[in-house]
T-cell receptor, first 116, second 113 residues
Framework: ETGVTQTPRHLVMGMTNKKSLKCEQH?????MYWYKQSAKKPLELMFV???????ENNSVPSRFSPECPNSSHLFLHLHTLQPEDSALYLC???????????????FGPGTRLTVT | DQQVKQNSPSLSVQEGRISILNCDYT??????FLWYKKYPAEGPTFLIS?????DKNEDGRFTVFLNKSAKHLSLHIVPSQPGDSAVYFC????????????FGTGTRLTVIP
């Protein structure tokens, strides 16, 4: 496997379900991100982990819970979601640190989530 | 309030002609700018970037221009090819914001054969 992978690619869940999204990066990066992409809106940054430490929580509701067990893996645990949470959830990674190259983020293909 | 704006949701260009995609930003602290391309069912892929110390960066058919005084950047693709048809996102970052990127809403480019 190369690059950034995400599973599952598609997920349909009811509002009372608990599910998890998984992201894995094979690039040796130290920073990982969760984004939400809704129709006709810019990518919304949700969480940032730098060297396994959460450095950003962009006012995300507590029904979204991230977990970063190591610098290669990132999870997004979902619980009692709402229909408006239906969106494409993208994971990304970058080198971490500062400087131009650290700004270049590499994205996974995303998980298309539908909450019914 | 959106800090990075792409005011044209779509653009159609004939194959072989130039495509110009525009992006405006409001935060004067932004010092690094990137363009990403996204095909359906795939994540965005990095295309080209520019630092605020430059006003132009070229990579093959792709050139990004930065006008700091106008807080405006543009991506030129010449000649345009049908495979360039995708959604293009502009993104910006500030040194003090660590690695956080702020994205525009995207412009869907269609290159007509």
């Amino acid at each position: 496997e190369t690059g950034v992978t995400q599973t599952p690619r598609h997920l349909v869940m009811g509002m009372t379900n608990k599910k998890s999204l998984k992201c894995e990066q094979h690039l040796g990066h130290n920073a990982m991100y969760w984004y939400k992409q809704s129709a006709k809106k810019p990518l919304e940054l949700m969480f940032v982990y730098n060297f396994k430490e959460q450095t950003e929580n962009n006012s995300v509701p507590s029904r979204f819970s991230p977990e970063c067990p190591n610098s290669s893996h990132l999870f997004l645990h979902l619980h009692t979601l709402q229909p408006e949470d239906s969106a494409l959830y993208l994971c990304a990674s970058s080198r971490g640190g500062t400087g131009g190259l650290s700004y270049e983020q590499y994205f996974g293909p995303g998980t298309r989530l539908t909450v019914t | 309030d959106q800090q990075v704006k792409q005011n044209s949701p779509s653009l159609s260009v004939q194959e072989g002609r130039i495509s110009i995609l525009n992006c405006d930003y409001t935060n004067s602290m932004f010092d690094y700018f990137l363009w990403y391309k996204k095909y359906p069912a795939e994540g965005p892929t990095f295309l080209i970037s520019i630092s605020s110390i430059k006003d132009k960066n070229e990579d093959g058919r792709f050139t990004v221009f930065l006008n700091k005084s106008a807080k405006h950047l543009s991506l030129h693709i010449v000649p345009s090819q049908p495979g360039d048809s995708a959604v293009y996102f502009c993104a910006a970052s500030a040194l003090t914001g660590a690695n956080n990127l702020f994205f525009g809403t995207g412009t869907r480019l269609t290159v007509i054969p």
